[in-house]
C-alpha cells in the first residue's frame, strides 16, 4: 500500500507559476513510477506528466510541454510537478499518483497504470 499525499495548489493569474508537491509513505518510493494527472469539472481525468523510478525518464501531454516539470528526490518519497506560464485552461483538481512496474526506465502515461492516487489538490488560474 502506497499513500500519496499532495500540496502546493492555489489560485494563480494566468503567467504565474506554482509549484506541486506529492509526499508518499508506505512502500519503497523508488519501486513505482510517478505520475501527475488532472480533471477539470466536468471532464475525464488527464494525464500531465510522469516520470520513471530511477532514471529521470520524463513524459509530458503535449499541452503542458515547455511549461510544466516533473521531478522527484527519492531520499524524501517526494514528487513535484512545477508549472509554469499557467494558463486558464489549466484549472483543474491535480492528482498525483504511483504505479508499480518492474523497468526503472519507463512510467505510464495513461490512468489504468497506475494503482494508487492522492486526494488531489486545486488548481485555478484566473484569466
Known amino acids: 500500500q502506497v499513500q500519496l499525499v499532495e500540496s502546493g495548489g492555489g489560485l494563480v493569474q494566468a503567467g504565474g507559476s506554482l509549484r506541486l508537491s506529492c509526499a508518499a509513505s508506505?512502500?519503497?518510493?523508488?519501486?513505482?513510477?510517478m505520475g501527475w494527472f488532472r480533471q477539470a469539472p466536468g471532464k475525464e481525468r488527464d494525464f500531465v506528466a510522469a516520470?520513471?523510478?530511477?532514471?529521470?525518464?520524463?513524459y509530458y501531454a503535449d499541452s503542458v510541454k515547455g511549461r510544466f516539470t516533473i521531478s522527484r528526490d527519492n531520499a524524501k518519497n517526494t514528487v513535484h510537478l512545477r508549472m509554469n506560464n499557467l494558463k486558464p485552461e489549466d484549472t483543474a483538481v491535480y492528482y498525483c499518483?504511483?504505479?508499480?512496474?518492474?523497468?526503472?526506465?519507463?512510467?505510464?502515461?495513461?490512468?489504468?497504470?497506475?494503482?494508487?492516487w492522492g486526494q488531489g489538490t486545486q488548481v485555478t488560474v484566473s484569466s
Open positions: 499518483a504511483a504505479a508499480s512496474v518492474l523497468r526503472p526506465d519507463i512510467a505510464p502515461t495513461n490512468n489504468y497504470g497506475y494503482g494508487y
Open positions: 516520470i520513471s523510478r530511477t532514471t529521470g525518464n520524463k
Open positions: 508506505g512502500r519503497t518510493f523508488s519501486n513505482y513510477a
